[in-house]
């Protein structure tokens, strides 16, 4: 089984570089690079944005970042811009075919 | 293009069951699992189970084990979530998605369960 913790809430001006965290709680290390990140606008679906830890789907901003560091993960937004306001969840298998998301960060745009 | 288009929204007792529909287009439906997520009001994503429609092979979280059901039409590339034994905390957008990572997902589905 795993666990996945993320921060509420992360802000920043526009232009600034945020980070959010995904501490992943796990007997099985091997879920650690499977973690992907997900946008959801309010009333929408989520959407994909970053896979494998690191990777991004066609049509994805570069300014999306994925990386891994222990047992975090982390997704980080370069040059912040108002669109990028959003709440972003993490997402990994957790073994025994089970899949587990993070509980979501509110990203605001000041 | 792939397309993960779901029925419309629902109304449902106390007690009673839903099932969602999940028609997937523009990919061999076989080839993909199709997992299931759903969000309550103002709250985050919470994994379901999924399904591999090419042998209909199941896994369901244990949060839902016994009142979820996962079944796939491939003559229609049609997935299907039966959630039975409604309740008030069952009212949520239910979504489909493809795969993991989960990288379609439908428009979503509301389930809205009131007496």
């Known amino acids: 089984q795993a666990a996945l913790t993320q921060p509420a809430s992360v802000s920043g001006s526009p232009g600034q570089s945020i980070t959010i965290s995904c501490t992943v709680i796990t007997s099985d290390v091997g879920t650690y690079d499977l973690v992907s990140w997900y946008q959801q606008y309010p009333g929408r679906a989520p959407k994909l944005i970053i896979y494998?830890?690191?990777k991004r789907p066609s049509g994805v901003s570069n300014r999306f970042s994925g990386s891994k560091s222990g047992n975090t993960a982390s997704l980080t937004i370069s040059g912040l811009q108002a669109e990028d306001e959003a709440v972003y969840y993490c997402?990994?298998?957790?073994?025994?075919?089970?899949?587990?998301f993070g509980g979501g960060t509110k990203v605001t745009v000041l | 293009q792939v397309q993960l288009v779901q029925s419309g929204a629902e109304v449902k007792k106390p007690g009673a069951s839903v099932k969602v529909s999940c028609k997937a287009s523009?990919?061999?439906?076989?080839?993909?699992?199709v997992h299931w997520v759903r969000q309550a009001p103002g709250q985050g994503l919470e994994w379901m189970g999924w399904i591999n429609p090419g042998n209909g092979n199941t896994r369901y979280s244990q949060n839902f084990q016994g009142r979820v059901t996962l079944t796939r039409d491939t003559s229609a590339n049609t997935a299907y979530m039966e959630l039975s034994s409604l309740t008030f905390e069952d009212t949520a957008v239910y979504y489909c998605a493809r795969t993991h990572p989960f990288d379609s997902w439908g428009q979503g589905t509301l389930v809205t369960v009131s007496s």
């Open positions: 997402s990994s298998y957790e073994g025994s075919l089970n899949y587990v």
């Open positions: 523009g990919y061999s439906f076989r080839s993909f699992a």
């Open positions: 494998e830890g690191n």
